[in-house]
């Protein structure tokens, strides 16, 4: 089972720093769905995920869902790197986007091993690159798709290796900034047109190659 000592920037830590490491990390496993973090609340540290995949989300007005990036495995959330940082409130919300096993570095433990670590120090920066990427990404989606081509985006990203997604309708609604009906609506376009088919909680893909077109904004 993976632990923090896992992963590569804590691999070639001092023995001193492992140490401190290991009398310091805490390790949490969250189900599917669970809000970990909330907006406004006191970050307690770095948040590095070990399996499953966390959703960082704000809310837009009217209580919609707009997903900011998701942390990967190896990763950490450089908005809680931030605010142990800076002392500041956690700006978000984080919720597992899958059964999700987390570690966390209390913020004393993080800011004394990027004090020393340069391994850490390089983490931390290229967290911080990494997510302006992303975000940058995601606001050339928002801008430059249609709604479609946005959920064929995600059905594609989501599918499993079988072509299922099981996402509810709201859920999908929530990631690409619209309504559940909305999202009915292009949905039944996409099964009309034989790219997917729609279940209860799931929607599995007939053409990938399809889905791959339109999301690039190619389909006529």
């Avoid at 096993?101 to 990027?114: C, D, M, N, S």
């Avoid at 376009?189 to 339109?214: E, K, P, W």
Wanted: aromatic share 6%.
């Amino acid at each position: 089972m993976t632990d923090i000592t896992a992963l590569e920037p804590f691999r070639r830590l001092s023995e001193t720093s492992h140490r401190l490491l290991a009398g310091g990390t805490v390790t949490h496993r969250f189900d599917a769905g669970r809000t970990i973090i909330e907006k406004g609340q006191d970050v307690s540290g770095a948040y590095f995920v070990l399996e499953g995949r966390l959703r960082v989300f704000s809310l837009l007005p009217g209580g919609k869902e707009a997903t900011l990036y998701f942390i990967e495995p190896g990763e950490t959330c450089v908005l809680a790197l931030n605010s142990l940082f800076n002392d500041l409130l956690y700006p978000a919300w984080v919720q597992t986007d899958s059964d999700t096993r987390v570690a966390v570095i209390p913020g004393r433990v993080y800011r004394a091993l990027f004090a020393t670590e340069p391994d850490i120090q390089d983490l931390t920066v290229q967290t911080l690159s990494t997510l302006v990427f992303r975000l940058m990404a995601e606001l050339d989606q928002v801008h430059g798709q249609t709604l479609e081509q946005r959920l064929a985006g995600l059905l594609l990203v989501r599918a499993s290796g079988r072509g299922v997604v099981r996402l509810t309708q709201q859920e999908m609604a929530s990631h690409i900034g619209t309504t559940r009906e909305v999202v009915a609506r292009l949905i039944g376009r996409l099964s009309a047109r034989g790219l997917i088919q729609s279940g209860r909680g799931a929607v599995t893909l007939h053409d990938r190659h399809a889905l791959s077109v339109l999301a690039g904004g190619q389909d006529g």
